[in-house]
């Protein structure tokens, strides 16, 4: 199986609201567009320290990650941010890897943004039901 790699947009979701509010410039929104590799097996979205400190995100809260070869290690948990996928976007908190580690895209962003990861032919698309707008199952 292939290993599916996206470009995704992230923006600092305070700044953002400074601009619109009309007490900001637009060029002072912190954003980064970076490539991450979606990880099916992974839960929430993991960002490296130095995009995290680019973004200007704030740390929230710790959480235990295990990792593929069951070792379990502290890590901080930093947000809010928007993550955009093609024209899907969310707002969520990331956990913190390791400066330069890799970005990953894990279960939350890939369900609420309703993507389909293919492994197979290393796409990642939207459910064919939805291709306009996420899907989301409420019951």
């Known amino acids: 199986m292939g290993e599916i790699t996206v470009n995704v947009t992230l923006e600092n979701p305070i700044d953002r609201g400074v601009f619109e509010r009309g007490e900001g410039e637009e060029t002072a929104i912190r954003r980064s567009s970076i490539d991450a590799i979606v990880d099916t097996g992974a839960v929430m979205l993991v960002l490296p320290q130095n995009v995290v400190e680019r973004l200007g995100l704030e740390i929230r809260r710790t959480v235990i990650v295990s990792y593929a070869d069951e070792r379990k290690e502290e890590r901080p948990v930093a947000g809010p941010l ?58």
């Open 82 to 139: 928007t993550i955009r996928i093609g024209n899907r976007f969310m707002s969520t908190d990331c956990a913190v890897g390791p400066p330069l580690s890799e970005p990953l895209i894990g279960q939350i962003v890939l369900e609420a943004l309703d993507l389909i990861a293919d492994c197979t032919n290393r796409t990642l698309t939207p459910r064919p039901e939805s291709p306009d707008y996420p899907l989301l199952k409420l019951k």
